[in-house]
């Protein structure tokens, strides 16, 4: 049988692959700066980790002590997370001074995934941008660095959607990748992680605390590698195979610990929809941020930052972790920009994934209104659009 050609789709300016909350904000920035935009989503839920990986605890927005250190899109989301669902944010609830409590709780909540997904879905189509689920990107179609178009595989069949400029929002900077660009793995403890409903739950719901009613259990490791199986070695993700040992593996040990209480205490309410990996992929930029960055002004930053595990910690994420030099037209956004090490750590979380996806939309967006591309761009431009809508540069 001959592999049928794909069918011709609709030109973007701006295509997004990947709905998670970077490729969300990127999409959204792109259309509100007035280009027409595309963002495609394998799966048929929005949001990725932070609502398909059941990853619900949006990672602080203020930096420990009682500044606030990120808004703009970001802002907008940890809002809209919780606009109909519980939530544990300090006292929300009407303007900044929830930030001036140093040495108390950060400026960050818990959230319904499965309702944040819903919301997610709505704010895009409030914000001009047209949404394809059930859509995988297989190839980007790349002459001498310029990204052209994306190769996708549908229900419908093969298709191609033709683009202006591609944001690769994947997670797993699958896209850059097979684009050629260079990248680094990331390597993983085994972490699964699920959400249960148990007597004790079930009663603080009937008193009406959803927060405390729907919790978070994790088998396998914590962020810091504790309760990682013996003898595993650190974890890569390149092939199904990986994954398929990766999800199994989790599925085994959260069994385990279920089994640990009796059947008619609790429940199982969802299962994770994609892996757990923290870090699988990330490009090599015009700049690598390793962490070493605290206090360091960039000129050509796309906004600041915190660090989520430590109170007082203050960068700002330069535009160059954004692209590679050789792929004008390609951007990367939120847990696959070019960071390293402890700046990886740093930059991977929600909120700066927002962050870094605003920041890639606004210049492709603004690449297009200038006549640009990543090389040219004007950054003083792109911080002062930045600022303009909102993004915070401490
Ligand atoms: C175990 C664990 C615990 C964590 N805990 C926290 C926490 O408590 N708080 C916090 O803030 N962060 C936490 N994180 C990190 C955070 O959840 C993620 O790093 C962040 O959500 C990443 O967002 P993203 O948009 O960059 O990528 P993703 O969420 O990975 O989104 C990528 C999207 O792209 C789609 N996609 C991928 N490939 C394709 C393709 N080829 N075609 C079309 N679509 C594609 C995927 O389906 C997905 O929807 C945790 C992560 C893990 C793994």
Same mark, same amino acid.
Not at 39 to 59: D, F, H, Q, R
Not at 238 to 259: C, H, N, P, W, Y
């Given at each position: 049988m001959k592999i049928p050609e794909p069918k011709l789709m609709p030109a973007y300016d701006v295509i997004v692959v990947g709905g998670g909350v970077a490729g969300i904000s990127a999409a959204v920035a792109a259309s509100r700066k007035g280009a027409k935009t595309?963002?495609?989503?394998?799966?048929?839920?929005?949001?990725? !980790?932070?609502?398909?990986? =059941?990853?619900? %605890?949006?990672?602080?927005?203020?930096?420990?002590?009682?500044?606030?250190? @990120?808004?703009? @899109?970001?802002?907008?989301?940890?809002?809209?997370?919780?606009?109909?669902?519980?939530?544990?944010? *300090?006292?929300?609830?009407?303007? +900044?001074?929830?930030?001036?409590?140093?040495?108390?709780?950060?400026?960050?909540?818990?959230y319904s995934p499965t309702i944040f997904a819903l919301l997610l879905t709505e704010y895009l189509e409030e914000n001009g941008v047209?949404?394809? /689920?059930?859509? !995988?990107?297989?190839? *980007?179609?790349?002459?001498?660095?310029?990204?052209?178009?994306?190769?996708?595989?549908?229900?419908?069949?093969?298709?191609?959607? *033709?683009?202006?400029?591609?944001?690769?929002?994947?997670?797993?900077?699958?896209?850059?990748?097979?684009?050629?660009? *260079?990248?680094?793995?990331?390597?993983?403890? =085994?972490?699964?992680?699920? $959400? #249960?409903?148990?007597?004790?739950?079930?009663?603080?719901?009937?008193?009406?605390?959803?927060? +405390?009613?729907? +919790? %978070?259990?994790?088998?396998?490791?914590?962020? #810091?590698?504790?309760? $990682?199986?013996?003898?595993?070695?650190?974890?890569?993700?390149?092939?199904?195979?990986?994954?398929?040992?990766?999800?199994?593996?989790?599925?085994?040990?959260? /069994?385990?610990?279920?089994?640990?209480?009796? +059947?008619?205490?609790?429940?199982?309410?969802?299962?994770?929809?994609?892996?757990?990996?923290?870090k699988i992929r990330r490009i090599v930029g015009e700049y690598v941020f390793d962490g070493t960055e605290e206090e360091i002004k960039f000129d050509n930053a796309v906004g600041s930052m915190g660090d989520f595990r430590k109170r007082g910690k203050h960068y700002q994420l330069p535009y160059t972790t954004l692209y590679n030099k050789n792929f004008p037209n390609l951007f990367a956004a939120g847990r696959i920009i070019s960071a390293t090490g402890e700046g990886w750590e740093i930059t991977r979380v929600i909120p700066v994934a927002a962050l870094s996806g605003q920041g890639a939309g606004t210049a492709a967006a603004l690449c297009l209104k200038t006549n640009t591309d990543a090389n040219t761009l004007d950054t003083t431009l792109l911080r002062k659009t930045l600022e303009e809508d909102g993004v915070l540069f401490i």
């Open positions: 595309l963002l495609m989503e394998k799966s048929v839920i929005l949001g990725g !980790l932070a609502t398909l990986g =059941l990853i619900s %605890w949006y990672e602080p927005i203020c930096d420990g002590t009682g500044k606030q250190m @990120i808004s703009g @899109i970001s802002e907008e989301l940890i809002r809209l997370s919780v606009r109909e669902s519980f939530d544990d944010l *300090p006292v929300e609830r009407g303007g +900044k001074e929830e930030f001036a409590r140093p040495n108390d709780i950060r400026y960050a909540t818990h047209t949404l394809r /689920l059930d859509t !995988l990107a297989t190839y *980007p179609d790349v002459e001498n660095g310029i990204c052209k178009g994306i190769l996708v595989e549908t229900v419908g069949g093969r298709e191609y959607f *033709p683009a202006k400029f591609v944001i690769d929002a994947t997670g797993d900077a699958s896209v850059c990748h097979r684009a050629g660009v *260079p990248t680094e793995l990331g390597e993983n403890y =085994l972490t699964y992680v699920a $959400h #249960t409903l148990n007597r004790e739950g079930a009663a603080l719901a009937a008193e009406g605390d959803f927060c +405390k009613a729907r +919790k %978070w259990i994790m088998a396998g490791a914590s962020l #810091t590698g504790k309760g $990682h199986p013996e003898g595993k070695g650190m974890l890569t993700c390149q092939t199904a195979d990986d994954v398929t040992d990766f999800v199994v593996s989790g599925g085994k040990l959260m /069994l385990e610990r279920i089994r640990q209480s009796g +059947k008619e205490d609790r429940d199982l309410m969802t299962l994770p929809g994609m892996p757990n990996y923290r």
